[in-house]
Structure formats: C-alpha cells, structure tokens
C-alpha cells in the first residue's frame, strides 16, 4: 500500500518536475499496460475486427460531424473580481455562455507529445451552461473567506512549492494561497488551492447568489477549452512551442532563468509565475486562460483511461457515488511544459493537496 501510495504520488507530481521526459519515460509502460490492452494499439481497417469491441479501435476525427472551427483566438482582455454584466450575480465571477454542441474529446494518436489517457471518444453536450471567462482570482477568493470564515487546506497543510536549497519540490508549511512565494495581487488567480478548497467556493458563491456554481466537468472543460478547435491547442498544433507565449502562461524561458527548469516554450512570454487574469489571447468562445496560468480542479474522479466514460459531458465519478481519492485538473498552469498546455492533457493531483499553480474556474446551471 505504501508502495503503491508513492507510486501515485511520483506520478501526480510528474507534471511539475523539470525532467518530465524521466517521468513519462518511467510510467509510459505502467499507463500504456493500464490504458491499452496492447492489441488494440496498431489496428487498421484492412485487419480484422472480430472480437473486438469497438471502444478498442482508436477513432479518427471527422470534422464535418462536429461544429469544427479552425484554430483562432480573440484579443487579450484583461480579468476583473467584480461582476460586470446582469448574467453575473455579485460577488460571482464574469460569465460566459458555452452554447451545447458536440466534439471529439481527447487526442488523435499522431499528436506530438499525447499520451495515452487521451483516447478520442465523441461527447455531446447536450445542454448549454455558463462558464466564467477567467480563474477564480485572489480577490475573488478573499471575499468568499472574508465573508464565510472558511480556512484553506494550505492554511493547514501548507502548499507544493519549488524549494531552491532543495532543489525540488516539496509540500512547504510557508506557503498557502494568500502567500504562494511569488506576488500576487487580487486580480491574479487564486492558487494553492485544493479540490476541497474549490467546492467550498461554489457551495458558497451558491448560497450568497442563489445560482447553482459547480466545477466544470472534465468534459465541459474540453470543449470550453477547444472553442470547437481539434488542433494540439485553441491557437493551433505550435510543432516548435515558439508561438505559445502569445496565447498561455506557461514554462518559457522567463521562468528558466529564474527557476532554471530544462524544459520550456521556445519564447518569452514575460511572466516567470501566475499572470494577472486575462492577460494572453482568449480562445474563440471568449475563454481567458484556459491553457495556462494555473491547472484548473475539475469535478471528474481521475480514472486512468476514458473506457467507460460518460459521452454526454456529465461529470465521471465513482460508481458508489464516494469521495474520490484523485481529481482530474486541466490546462496546465506557468510552471508546466508546452505538452501540458494541450487542449487534451489531463492531469491528477489528491483531493486535499495544494500545489503553487493550482486553482480553478467555476461552471454555473443556466
Ligand atoms: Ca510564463
Ligand atoms: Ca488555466
Ligand atoms: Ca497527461
């Protein structure tokens, strides 16, 4: 048990370690035995099916049958804490609309840098919903403690951080979200924060408002995220990751020089750590930092692959209904490498833990 809780672990903190390549290297055999039966890998249609069910046959996309759009953006616009139009209920965050419609979660397997939880599998959002545009902001999360008395699991447990005597990463008593070792003023995301310190914010902004908030699906969070794109990113497949700093805050050589990571965005986008909300290209629904700044909570438990998976962009959660011991996150945040920031990466972290570039964004019923 013990083993197996490291093993997780080790995973889990894959994302943040700067010889990511050592880690995927490591549990590529271990997530590809556990995702694939090894089989169902290089099937092609002049092969024969039988016997196979058809979840094994990797899909291919087929761009007519979904509202494709080519890979664009809109203009940066920057975030604000408070509501700024009737669609929002002060306190609540800005709102964007995120019309129902149907698309291919996951990736192709001829994606550069993909891995293999990514499945390609059809999901229909049946029903539109609102999303805010941006993460929820340190403002925006000091209201809510302000106003409930809640306290923070880093407030408790302390935060993931890098430690520079370390030379690693490690869960700092020093650090929770009013003080992840970097500045922050109130319109940055809110980070360090757990899945529980999430849900508590939307149990919250529920009751003050009278609207029912909840952390996006997995699935709603995808196709948030694509604005109807099937590239490797909103903004395109970026072979050379030289035109990310335009569109997300991620590991680029602003963070190299100060945390000396081996692996980055072959550019500079200006913002070592978190950027004030809103300050890249939003994706073509409006959407601000969905790739980038922090990794965003989702309401799904992590399963490792998408055999089973709910297609009509429900949450997936345990069958019994139970507290699921990991949580999927998305997006990737500033201290991730470039294959982190795809529309299709699925990351995982324990519900109780805070990490210094973990935050969320709310969904809300219309
Ligand atoms: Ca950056
Ligand atoms: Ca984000
Ligand atoms: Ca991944």
């Not at 929002?88 to 964007?96: D, I, L, N, Y």
């Not at 990571?261 to 909300?277: H, M, N, R």
């Not at 019994?320 to 201290?335: M, P, S």
Request: glycine fraction near 8%.
């Amino acid at each position: 048990m013990k083993d197996s809780t490291n093993t997780l672990k080790v995973m889990q903190d894959c994302h943040l370690l700067p010889t990511i390549r050592l880690c995927v290297l490591l549990f590529m055999p271990l997530i590809i035995a556990v995702t694939y039966p090894t089989d169902a890998i290089a099937m092609g249609p002049e092969k024969s099916t039988k016997g196979k069910k058809p979840a094994d046959r990797p899909l291919t996309r087929d761009a007519s049958l979904v509202d494709f759009k080519p890979a664009g953006s809109l203009p940066a616009k920057p975030c604000t804490d408070r509501a700024i139009s009737e669609l929002e209920a002060t306190p609540g965050p800005e709102m964007v609309i995120i019309p129902s419609g149907r698309f291919y979660m996951g990736s192709e397997e001829n994606e550069a840098d993909r891995d293999p939880d990514e499945r390609l599998h059809g999901v229909t959002i049946k029903q539109p919903f609102a999303l805010s545009r941006c993460e929820v902001s340190l403002g925006q999360f000091e209201d809510f403690v302000e106003d409930s008395g809640y306290k923070a699991d880093s407030e408790t447990n302390g935060c993931y951080a890098f430690n520079a005597d370390a030379e690693g990463y490690e869960q700092r008593k020093d650090r929770n979200w009013r003080n992840p070792g970097f500045p922050q003023t109130r319109l940055h995301p809110v980070t360090c924060i757990s899945w529980r310190d999430a849900n508590a914010y939307t149990r919250w902004l529920s009751l003050v408002t009278g609207f029912d908030y909840y952390l996006p699906s997995e699935a709603q969070w995808e196709y948030a995220a694509r604005a109807g794109s099937i590239e490797a990113y909103y903004w395109g497949q970026d072979a050379g990751h030289d035109q990310q700093c335009i569109y997300a805050n991620g590991a680029d050589e602003t963070l190299a020089k100060k945390l000396g990571v081996e692996e980055f965005a072959d550019c500079e986008d200006g913002y070592p750590y978190t950027a004030s909300g809103g300050s890249f290209q939003r994706n073509l629904l409006g959407l601000s930092d969905m790739s980038g700044n922090v990794v965003e909570w989702t309401a799904d438990c992590w399963h490792d692959s998408y055999v089973g998976a709910p297609v009509d962009g429900s949450s997936w959660l345990d069958a019994d209904g139970a507290q699921c011991a990991r949580q999927v996150l998305r997006g990737g945040g500033w201290n991730d490498i470039p294959a982190n920031l795809r529309s299709a990466n699925r990351l995982r972290f324990l519900t109780d833990d805070s990490f210094f570039d973990v935050g969320f964004r709310v969904a809300r019923a219309l």
